[in-house]
């Protein structure tokens, strides 16, 4: 109910669909921007990995911006996106991405260098081959990160699990708030069709306020948990975590993995 009726109550309409936006977004990310990085990660000269960092920490801080403008305009299109893909959909919370895919990946990076500890050597000679062009600085980014660093990820984790309910439990009033109020309200024009639709109407553009306010604090919280994460990484660390978020993007919008994905569900009866 809350979804149809955000819809059809919604008054301003974005000039253009963000779906277009996403779409040209993603092509930049992944046929300009993440090309570039990766050969900057190759190369032996800091500066150069620097600017391609942020480069596409820019560009994902854009993203959330333009996702704030598109909100104001119609945050319907963002709270109930039809134009996700069936890949992206289990991973999206309040409008985009959960989170905690911020410091899910960051963990894996983490878990990847304690698993690095107990390789066996067939392993090491398979991925020999692969280290050869890599600057050394990239190979040891991980290995043994700071104190620092560790302690402001379970600041950050600690933060994330304070703020994720309270955003959660405001959806959940404000919809239980807009069935109260049409049902309070609504029944007072009781058989007046035109008054009815008065006061609903009046009820869901106040709750579409507030799931705006919504939207715009769990942007928020996405863009700071990243900016904060990033800037306690030092470049090399950096490189390897935009690389793996941009994958992450980029990889719902592979064409060949969404068909799999389609042709392996098995429908809810």
């Known amino acids: ?3 149809k009726a955000l819809a059809f109550f919604s008054r301003k309409k ?10 040209q977004w993603i092509d930049s990310l992944n046929s300009n921007l993440l090309p570039l990085l990766r050969r900057a990660m190759l190369s032996s000269s800091p500066s150069n990995l620097t600017t391609h960092v942020e480069m596409i920490h820019h560009h994902f801080q854009a993203y959330y ?10 945050v319907a299109q963002l709270l109930y996106p039809e134009w996700r893909n069936s890949l992206e959909k289990p991973f999206l919370w309040l409008g985009d991405f959960h989170p905690y895919i911020f410091t899910n990946l960051l963990r894996s990076f983490l878990d990847d260098d304690d698993d690095d500890d107990i390789d066996d050597g067939d392993h090491e000679i398979e991925e020999t081959w692969s280290f050869c062009d890599t600057p050394w600085q990239i190979l040891m980014a991980w290995k043994n990160p700071s104190e620092t660093l560790m302690a402001r990820i379970e600041q950050i984790e600690c933060a994330m699990r304070l703020m994720v309910p309270s955003l959660v439990a405001r959806v959940r009033n404000a919809q239980s708030g807009l069935f109260d109020q049409v049902a309070a309200d609504g029944g007072l024009f009781e058989g007046n069709r035109e008054g009815a639709k008065s006061v609903i109407e009046k009820v869901v553009m106040g709750q579409m306020d507030e799931m705006l306010g919504v ?9 700071s948990v990243l900016a904060e994460i990033i800037g306690e990484m030092n470049v090399y660390q950096a490189a390897l975590f935009l690389e793996g978020l941009a994958q992450f993007f980029v990889g719902f919008r592979d064409h060949e993995l969404l068909g799999e994905f389609e042709r392996c569900r098995i429908p809810i009866s």
């Open 14 to 23: 974005a000039h253009r669909p963000f779906k277009e936006y996403y779409a």
């Open 1 to 3: 109910m809350m979804k």
């Open 215 to 223: 939207f715009l604090d769990a942007n928020r919280l996405r863009k």
């Open 65 to 74: 911006e333009a996702l704030d403008i598109a909100a104001c305009n119609d």
